[in-house]
């Protein structure tokens, strides 16, 4: 009765979240005829924008991809032989992730093209740092997994290891979130260098401390 419900739970959220993400075609088709032939893919902080691409790609290719993407994301959660260890609300992080970022990143775009001058810039940073935040608040709550987390071998091969390197990495996706936030109000060109920078560091320590761990017999 459980497996049951948990499929029905879990086919409803993949439904509802695949509509989601298909959605702004709605609002790109309406303002169709409306929008210039190219849309930009980067704002830089001085304002100026780079790497457009037809808008056709921003209206019908990036919610497709997404929705594509969304797919795979419910796939692993779904299936993963260790789903039990994965915390529930790091579930749903990553099974919202598709869907929020296409409603706002999308629709964010058809409007800037439109000629609303939405921050989006601001925006990017913002709902970055929000999901870092937000996953490595839980980060600590899963226990090893195949899908959610950091999935290297070192980690994979013990427990402790796993706990140990995930609750580091959660301290450094917090950080990291609240860094990418003052980058998005701040935005200054020197301190989107220094984010991505972190980002690297954000990737690249725990798995440099997952292999110390390793070394050591942990």
């Known amino acids: ?98 869907p929020l970022m296409s409603l706002i990143l999308v629709s964010s775009s058809i409007f800037w093209a439109l000629g609303s001058k939405v921050p989006v810039d601001t925006i990017v940073f913002l709902l970055i740092g929000i999901v870092f935040i937000t996953a490595g608040n839980y980060m600590p709550k899963t226990r090893r997994n195949y899908t959610s987390g950091i999935k290297i071998p070192w980690t994979l091969n013990s427990d402790e290891n796993w706990r140990r390197t995930h609750h580091l990495a959660a301290f450094l996706w917090i950080l990291g979130g609240v860094f990418m936030i003052v980058t998005g109000f701040i935005h200054t060109e020197a301190l989107v260098y220094v984010a991505l920078v972190f980002l690297l560091f954000m990737a690249a320590i725990p798995v440099l401390y997952s292999y110390l761990l390793f070394r050591k017999g942990i």
């Open 1 to 98: 009765m459980m497996k049951a419900t948990n499929k029905k739970n879990n086919t409803t959220a993949f439904v509802v979240t695949t509509i989601l993400c298909l959605l702004p075609i709605v609002l790109g088709a309406y303002f169709y005829q409306e929008l210039p032939g190219k849309i930009p893919m980067k704002w830089y902080a001085d304002g100026t924008t780079g790497q457009y691409m037809p808008k056709e790609m921003t209206v019908f290719g990036m919610p497709a991809a997404m929705a594509a993407l969304n797919a795979l994301v419910h796939f692993g959660l779904n299936t993963d032989p260790k789903t039990g260890n994965i915390a529930k609300k790091s579930k749903a992080i990553g099974k919202w992730i598709c």
